[in-house]
């Protein structure tokens, strides 16, 4: 999307707001449209859908209504607050068709690529889900399962704290990418119709990007039956800040022995909480770091969770024990370490530099995945992801090609590397995030204009469209050249069908 200086701050979401995104995963915006106008949107999608089936990623240029949509105040302040002023629309789009008296499905995580990537805990990607009719419950709404994005598995049975998320016609429900979702039942006559698009951030946060009053980390009140995770959620509030994990008060550690001795009780919210705490005293909890280390792989997620960001909190003293883990064979472990070391930051890219000459995969898979979440802090790393480029493991080389991305416009001397990969690389996952990457490194990837250009010939349409994303962010004479004359060429006419040929 644009950026859009004339955005009033009214429209951007409150402190509450973004407490309540970042613990729940999910916000709803309702449109000021008229319902007419979402009649419209509706009436052409079940007639185009009759005619010609699903629309798919046409669906916008078919029904070019939809676009308005998206140009709302409300809904360009909820994401500009989430992904940041200069968000992107991803061009993968689907309308979801509920035909009536349907079974609902099952709750699932979209696909980046494929599943095996690992999911982001900060919100880099949002999704929309966008209703052009009344959607109450009978009709079979989308339904989520609040809090869970930071989960693989989905830790309640039976669809446990299940939330439909219904509205009048106009209402637009934005998730976090990796929250547990699904559709449910429409027990009606009539076709119940939900628009998904995707939306990615292009740039670091700086600062907040929300109506901001208090920038400190606080939460007022939660949902009792959820588990807390205070560490995880401060540490997605300061990143949205644009600040690190240490700019946070840490208090004394009185309780840490309390804590620790928690750690091994059969309760799982009591391991849970325990966890959380040692996270909120900061490196005063350092003397925890071999029970937190052990807490890694409990059967329980969210105590994982809470003990992986605890070390986080802790900082630079767990690095040497967490890259130490990243070599252990319980897979589980060495994610929760990535992600520990991911919210490390700075202090930890020294040491997973070190890591990415490492002569096991999965250890370098990890460390990858780690600078690439850490961001912009991971610019001394750059060298050693440039040496890492022929790496013979898809999901190395996916994730440093992420990296570089994440690091903006300072992985400019990577561009080489980038068009490389673009140009040659076997793995579409790979050059998809080459693309990407080069949109989100901006001007200063100017000299992969001609390659941009070529990849127009990408067998998969979605490298092609981050190209068009690339070249646009890019916005050099060149650029726009290439990107104008590839647009000539493919461009689709929205209102040619076998009724009407010409």
């Not at 789009?93 to 009536?100: E, F, G, L, T, Y």
């Not at 898979?365 to 850490?374: G, M, R, S």
Request: charged share 20%.
């Amino acid at each position: 999307m644009q950026a859009n200086p004339y955005l009033s701050e009214h429209s951007k979401l409150t402190d509450a707001q973004m407490r309540d995104f970042i613990v729940n995963g999910y916000l709803t915006v309702k449109t000021d449209l008229p319902r007419s106008f979402h009649e419209t949107i509706y009436r052409k999608t079940q007639e185009y859908t009759e005619k010609e089936g699903n629309l798919g990623n046409n669906i916008l240029p078919r029904v070019p209504e939809l676009q308005a949509i998206f140009e709302e105040p409300a809904v360009r302040g909820a994401f500009t607050s989430i992904l940041g002023e200069n968000y992107a629309m991803h061009s993968h789009r689907h309308p979801h068709r509920n035909n009536p008296h349907s079974d609902g499905q099952g709750f699932h995580k979209d696909s980046y690529w494929g599943y095996q990537k690992v999911r982001h805990h900060c919100p880099r990607w949002a999704m929309a889900f966008y209703y052009p009719q009344d959607s109450p419950l009978e009709i079979g709404p989308s339904a989520v399962l609040p809090g869970t994005q930071y989960y693989d598995t989905r830790i309640t049975k039976n669809n446990d704290g299940e939330l439909a998320v219904s509205g009048e016609a106009g209402t637009i429900t934005i998730i976090h990418f990796d929250l547990w979702h699904r559709g449910t039942a429409n027990l009606t006559d009539k076709t119940r119709y939900m628009m998904k698009f995707q939306f990615i951030r292009m740039d670091a946060p700086q600062t907040p990007e929300w109506n901001v009053t208090d920038p400190h980390w606080k939460l007022e009140d939660s949902n009792p039956s959820m588990p807390k995770h205070q560490g995880t959620w401060r540490h997605v509030w300061n990143w949205m800040a644009g600040e690190s994990n240490g700019h946070s008060p840490q208090t004394a550690n009185g309780n840490l022995t309390k804590h620790i001795a928690a750690l091994n009780d059969d309760n799982t919210a009591i391991r849970s909480r325990a966890a959380d705490e040692m996270g909120m005293l900061g490196e005063s909890a350092a003397e925890a770091i071999p029970y937190l280390i052990q807490a890694l792989c409990d059967v329980y997620e969210p105590v994982r969770l809470n003990a992986a960001y605890a070390l986080g909190a802790i900082g630079k003293p767990a690095v040497p024990h967490l890259i130490e883990t990243l070599g252990v064979d319980d897979q589980i472990m060495r994610r929760m370490a990535a992600y520990a070391l991911a919210a490390v930051g700075a202090p930890a890219v020294p040491a997973l530099s070190e890591a990415l000459q490492h002569t096991e995969d999965a250890v370098r898979i990890e460390a990858t995945y780690a600078l690439a979440q850490i961001g912009t802090d991971a610019e001394p790393a750059i060298p050693a992801l440039m040496e890492r480029a022929k790496d013979e493991n898809d999901e190395v080389r996916r994730y440093l090609v992420e990296a570089f991305g994440g690091i903006g416009p300072a992985a400019a001397p990577a561009v080489p590397v980038l068009c490389d990969i673009l140009a040659s690389d076997d793995d579409g996952h790979a050059r998809f995030e080459a693309a990407l990457a080069l949109a989100q490194i901006g001007p200063a990837a100017s000299d992969a204009v001609p390659v941009l250009a070529h990849s127009f010939a990408d067998e998969n349409r979605y490298v092609r469209d981050n190209a068009v994303l690339a070249l646009k962010r890019i916005d050099t004479p060149e650029a726009e050249s290439a990107l104008f004359d590839y647009l000539l060429m493919a461009r689709w006419c929205p209102i040619t069908n076998r009724e009407s040929t010409f």
